[in-house]
T-cell receptor, first 116, second 112 residues
Framework: DAGVIQSPRHEVTEMGQEVTLRCKPI?????LFWYRQTMMRGLELLIYFNNNVPIDDSGMPEDRFSAKMPNASFSTLKIQPSEPRDSAVYFC??????????????FGSGTQLSVL | SQQGEEDPQALSIQEGENATMNCSYK?????LQWYRQNSGRGLVHLILIRSNEREKHSGRLRVTLDTSKKSSSLLITASRAADTASYFC????????????FGSGTRLQVQP
């Protein structure tokens, strides 16, 4: 298995532009998570899905952020409009059916986002 | 806020020495996990310990859990230069949000 696949690996954009991050979870995993990592705030959970349904989006910073999971093999995290404070590494992770916390997470390599 | 906090924030040791990292958390948990992150990469799961377990081993890793003190430790024995990475504990609160919350991490540098 190729693991969790994220794209792009790096994204540089200007303030106000729309940014779309993509994630393909491991096949058969029912849970998908989006995390954001910064030096100041560490790893923060943004949102997670179970069977393509958003379960908890309380970590999404504001309305500028949105996430979708149209099918079991694809998810997007969109920022519109982007701001410099959104600069961070965004990770996607997936886990098996046993539950959101009883199983280990498999992380993608992340997307390094820089908003100028 | 962070559920788990690691201590120390940074640790530098010589190859062959043991490295101990600690994690404290605030609320009751179902399990606690440790992850490693190499520079520029995603996190990799190392070990999971359940709330009814006190100690667990995996290769050169030894994890302890003290639920009365709300703390855990990760011991890496006979460290190698390849162990250089950041190490994070992650907890699931057994209430509310049912997703892992990560600590701030310990940066381990193993000098060859």
């Amino acid at each position: 298995d190729a693991g969790v696949i994220q794209s792009p690996r790096h994204e540089v954009t200007e303030m106000g532009q729309e940014v779309t991050l993509r994630c393909k979870p491991i096949s058969g995993h029912d849970y998908l998570f989006w995390y954001r990592q910064t030096m100041m705030r560490g790893l923060e959970l943004l949102i997670y899905f179970n069977n393509n349904v958003p379960i908890d989006d309380s970590g999404m910073p504001e309305d500028r952020f949105s996430a979708k999971m149209p099918n079991a093999s694809f998810s997007t995290l969109k920022i519109q409009p982007s701001e410099p404070r959104d600069s961070a590494v965004y990770f996607c992770a997936s886990s098996l059916r046993a539950g959101a916390t009883n199983e280990k997470l498999f992380f993608g390599s992340g997307t390094q986002l820089s908003v100028l | 806020s962070q559920q788990g906090e690691e201590d120390p924030q940074a640790l530098s040791i010589q190859e062959g020495e043991n490295a101990t990292m600690n994690c404290s958390y605030k609320t009751s948990i179902n399990n606690l996990q440790w992850y490693r992150q190499n520079s520029g990469r995603g996190l990799v799961h190392l070990i999971l310990i359940r709330s009814n377990e006190r100690e667990k081993h995996s290769g050169r890793l030894r994890v302890t859990l003290d639920t009365s003190k709300k703390s855990s430790s990760l011991l890496i024995t006979a460290s190698r230069a390849a162990d250089t990475a950041s190490y994070f504990c992650a907890t699931d609160a057994n209430w509310g949000r049912r997703a892992l919350t990560f600590g701030s991490g310990t940066r381990l540098q193993v000098q060859p």
